[in-house]
């Protein structure tokens, strides 16, 4: 066992876990925050992606001892209470989700492209960045829509 | 779930060729992007991971000589993003921004991939091409004697890739046809100027990894130009065959990217 020291989600936290345990695992198993899902397991679908010191990465293909010391944000720490954060109101709003199972890790991933490239943004970057989310449901569509709509890029109706 | 191991993260290289000796059945582990794969896959049980990850003789991105020193540990977004990597190589720029996906880029290094050496990699078509200088905990290796066919490099067990020392051309090009799903190449060939010689290396098509494509060379060293390669092709029989493409297409498509690559010098070019 190994005592992993991290940041998540602001909160400073120590866990002992097995060397082996994956990142995903030390969310969902040991400390029970299951809002980072697993999809594949083979670093391809992105669900359980989460922002380590700033980058969006696949937690299920990162050692949990790899985060010795990093800044971790998850799902969990966006809303602010009963306050969704407004990527979270921009899938609502624009019905980016549909049975949900992707969304974690497509927000994570969307809030993680305004973070680094901040509003100037336009659709085909968008396309571009979510390369590494998939989703089975929606078509994409709609999820490019809400992280344009976050950057303020939407078309409106009335426009 | 992964065979257990005892994980280490050294701070210098001396250290981690140390904790290598001593362990039993080490590996070393950077990005883990090939690595953990492998071993949730039960493919690899190694008793002892060692991590390249915190170790300052492995950073850094520096030009001087008419060479493009990476360090093993940069990321491919760290390369990507380089102001260094831009200015000098923009094709080596878009290269290493066309590997995965966003978050592979965040993880994925340099090192890991060009040790891995697998035959549908990006980094090694540019490491042929541009002539690169492999440093080592021990020693430095020419590119012409590094790659020694699929997944196997001229690194001996415990020996740790530290640098790569890229030539600065006059001018490259990498243009490259992606596995719509991985992203990896399912064929790709990077094609650098330096005066009149032309060097063209050709990844994901061969059956062998990456190669040199001579015959192209010849003739575009003579006449750079993709005209000058009309009608050269490249056996079939050389070529490597799975569910993605046929032998006869990844020959079609080397011989295309090969001459996107020329037409379109300075940049990536995704076909
Ligand atoms: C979904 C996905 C898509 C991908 N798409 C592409 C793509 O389009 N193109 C592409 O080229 N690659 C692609 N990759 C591979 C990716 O680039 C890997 O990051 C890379 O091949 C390995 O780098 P790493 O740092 O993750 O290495 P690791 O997985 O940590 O290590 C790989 C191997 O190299 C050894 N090693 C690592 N560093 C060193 C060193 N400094 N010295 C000696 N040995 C070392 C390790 O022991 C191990 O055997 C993809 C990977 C995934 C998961
Ligand atoms: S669960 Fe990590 S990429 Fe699919
Ligand atoms: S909403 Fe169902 S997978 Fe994306």
């Known amino acids: 066992m190994t005592t992993v020291s991290l940041t998540i989600n602001g909160d400073r936290r120590q866990v002992d876990v097995e060397d082996r345990t994956l990142l995903v695992d030390l969310l969902r198993e040991t400390l029970g925050m299951t809002g980072t899902h697993v999809g594949c397991d083979t670093t391809q679908c992105g669900a359980c992606t989460v922002i380590l010191d700033g980058k969006a990465v696949k937690s299920c293909t990162i050692l949990a001892v790899m985060a010795e010391g990093a800044e971790l944000r998850t799902i969990e720490g966006l809303a602010d209470g009963?306050?969704?954060?407004?990527?979270?109101?921009?899938?609502?709003?624009?019905?980016?989700?549909?049975?949900?199972f992707c969304t974690p890790g497509m927000i994570m991933a969307a809030v993680n492209i305004i973070e680094r490239h901040g509003t100037d943004i336009d659709e085909s970057l968008v396309r571009r960045e979510l390369e590494g989310n998939l989703c089975r449901c929606t078509g994409y569509h709609n999820i490019v829509k809400a992280v344009l709509d976050v950057a303020g890029k939407l078309p409106r109706a009335s426009e | 779930m992964m065979y257990a191991f005892s994980y280490h993260a050294p701070i210098s290289l001396s250290e981690a060729r140390k904790r290598f000796?001593?362990?039993?059945?080490?590996?070393?582990?950077?990005?883990?992007?090939?690595?953990?794969p492998t071993m949730k896959n039960r493919l690899a049980a190694p008793s002892d991971l060692v991590s390249l990850g915190?170790?300052?003789?492995?950073?850094?991105?520096a030009v001087a000589e008419g060479c493009l020193t990476i360090g093993a540990a940069e990321t491919h977004a760290s390369v990507a993003a380089s102001d260094a990597v831009t200015g000098r190589i923009p094709a080596l720029a878009g290269l290493a921004g066309s590997i995965g996906d966003v978050q592979v880029r965040h993880r994925g290094t340099i090192?890991?991939?060009?040790?891995?050496?697998?035959?549908?990699?990006?980094?090694?078509?540019?490491?042929?091409?541009?002539?690169?200088?492999?440093?080592?905990?021990?020693?430095?290796?020419?590119?012409s004697d590094f790659f020694q066919g699929v997944y196997t490099t001229a690194l001996e067990p415990g020996e740790i890739l530290t640098k790569v020392g890229f030539r600065?051309?006059?001018?490259?090009?990498?243009?490259?046809?992606?596995?719509?799903?991985?992203?990896?190449?399912l064929a790709a060939a990077f094609v650098a100027r330096f005066g009149d010689s032309v060097r063209v290396a050709i990844t994901g098509a061969s059956e062998d990894g990456v190669f040199r494509w001579t015959e192209a060379e010849e003739r575009l060293s003579k006449d750079f130009?993709?005209?000058?390669?009309?009608?050269?092709?490249?056996n079939e029989a050389d070529m490597n065959e799975d569910i993605h493409a046929s032998r006869g297409y990844r020959a079609h498509l080397a011989a295309l990217c090969t001459r996107k690559a020329v037409e379109l010098q300075g940049r990536l070019t995704l076909l």
């Open chain 1, 82 to 100: 009963d306050t969704l954060h407004p990527m979270q109101q921009a899938f609502c709003d624009n019905h980016a989700l549909q049975c949900g």
């Open chain 2, 21 to 36: 000796e001593e362990s039993e059945d080490a590996a070393y582990i950077s990005g883990g992007h090939t690595l953990l």
């Open chain 2, 54 to 61: 915190q170790i300052e003789e492995l950073q850094g991105i």
């Open chain 2, 111 to 143: 090192g890991g991939s060009v040790a891995n050496n697998d035959p549908a990699a990006d980094y090694p078509s540019a490491v042929l091409a541009l002539d690169a200088r492999l440093h080592t905990s021990e020693r430095v290796i020419e590119a």
């Open chain 2, 168 to 185: 600065i051309p006059d001018t490259a090009g990498y243009a490259k046809m992606r596995n719509p799903a991985s992203r990896y190449a």
């Open chain 2, 225 to 234: 130009s993709a005209g000058a390669l009309a009608g050269l092709t490249l």
